[in-house]
């Protein structure tokens, strides 16, 4: 027999409170401005409970009350606006190149607009996290608002902490520990091409669950790509989904390395990756991007991939337009997510 507890009883109503502000926080957020009862219309709650939690959230500085909204007869009701400059974000973006290594940064309020951006880079051997630290110091110096930190890097990791990378100096840092102990912050660190395929979904804006993938080939690094199954993104047991570098293709990494970078062999291996992506995932569109891809490879890699995957079974692949947009897109997003409650989560685990 199962007994109920006080403590039980206790944390479902605080659950369901939390769940109740945040639905309001992010219908308001979408509605942009609303009384009480526009905002109890679109959630389904009650008026009572919209208006107790509009004051919460005013009061803690989420909400501004704008002018009464004009009457037709009755008592005109308050008009609230979400506060987007309540707290920001920023993210980082690490990049390896071929020459130098590069870090770009943007601060964003919570409409995901832009307070400050910038970029520098670094000597390949002097990238290491203390560059990322000092950036975020003289960040959140300036905006002490920002209240969570995304970070994207070329490599895998798991737990906050990079264990594959084109950035060795990088590989076994506990990035998201130290910021968060530090500044007491949400902070993600997060794949580069989870991240792109991530941006590039969440763009799409399907009406039904998808499976995507992102596979890139870019100059001076062996390939990688990013999933999403049914609508999430798949990183695997260990955070190690995409990498398809490590693919028994009976290659060293350096062979590897050398056909890929040569025209005459680029497109039959790369095709062998992007089979093996297919065979496995059978996506309904697979994006090719980086700079080792040409538009005019497009078909090229299609075609090798018939060799081995029948044509009933091909997903749409085509050439990835702006995938640095969608990688600062999917980073933005996931790093806003990680400031509110997630209903979904929520509702899985019941």
């Excluded at 526009?38 to 002018?67: H, K, N, P, Q």
């Excluded at 987007?84 to 980082?92: G, H, T």
Aim: proline share 4%.
């Amino acid at each position: 027999m199962k007994f109920i507890t006080n403590n039980m009883i206790t944390n479902n109503t605080m659950r369901v409170k939390k769940m109740n502000r945040e639905l309001v926080r992010q219908t308001l957020k979408k509605m942009g401005q609303g009384t009480k009862s526009m905002v109890a219309e679109a959630t389904g709650l009650s008026v009572a409970t919209c208006r107790s939690i509009l004051l919460e959230l005013l009061e803690a500085g989420e909400l501004v009350e704008l002018d009464l909204e004009e009457s037709s007869g009755g008592r005109p009701a308050q008009v609230y606006k979400f506060n987007e400059n309540f707290s920001y974000i920023v993210c980082l973006i690490v990049k390896a190149g071929v020459q130098c290594h590069s870090v770009s940064y943007s601060v964003t309020n919570l409409y995901g607009e832009i307070v400050e951006e910038g970029y520098q880079e670094t000597e390949k051997d002097q990238m290491n996290e203390v560059v990322i630290y000092e950036l975020i110091e003289r960040l959140i110096g300036k905006f002490p608002l920002i209240r969570a930190v995304g970070i994207g890097v070329p490599g895998a990791v798991n737990q906050g902490v990079v264990n594959v990378s084109d950035i060795p100096r990088l590989v076994g840092v506990p990035l998201a520990a130290y910021i968060r102990g530090k500044y007491e912050v949400e902070v993600i660190v997060e794949n580069d091409m989870n991240l792109t395929v991530y941006g590039l979904y969440q763009k799409q804006e399907y009406q039904d669950e998808k499976s995507i993938v992102v596979a890139t080939f870019i100059e001076g690094s062996l390939p990688g790509a990013g999933i999403m199954i049914d609508g999430h993104i798949h990183r695997g047991n260990t955070q190690f989904a995409g990498e398809i570098a490590f693919l028994p293709l009976g290659l060293s990494y350096d062979e590897q390395f050398r056909l890929l970078h040569d025209r005459e062999t680029f497109h039959p291996l790369a095709a062998r990756a992007v089979s093996s992506l297919i065979a496995v995932m059978n996506p309904e569109t697979l994006a090719l991007t980086g700079t080792l891809v040409q538009p005019e490879d497009v078909e090229m890699i299609r075609n090798e991939c018939l060799k081995y995957i029948p044509e009933m079974h091909m997903p749409q692949i085509k050439l990835l337009d702006e995938p640095d947009e969608n990688y600062k897109y999917g980073l933005m997003t996931l790093t806003m997510e990680s400031l509110t409650y997630s209903l979904q989560l929520v509702e899985k685990r019941r």
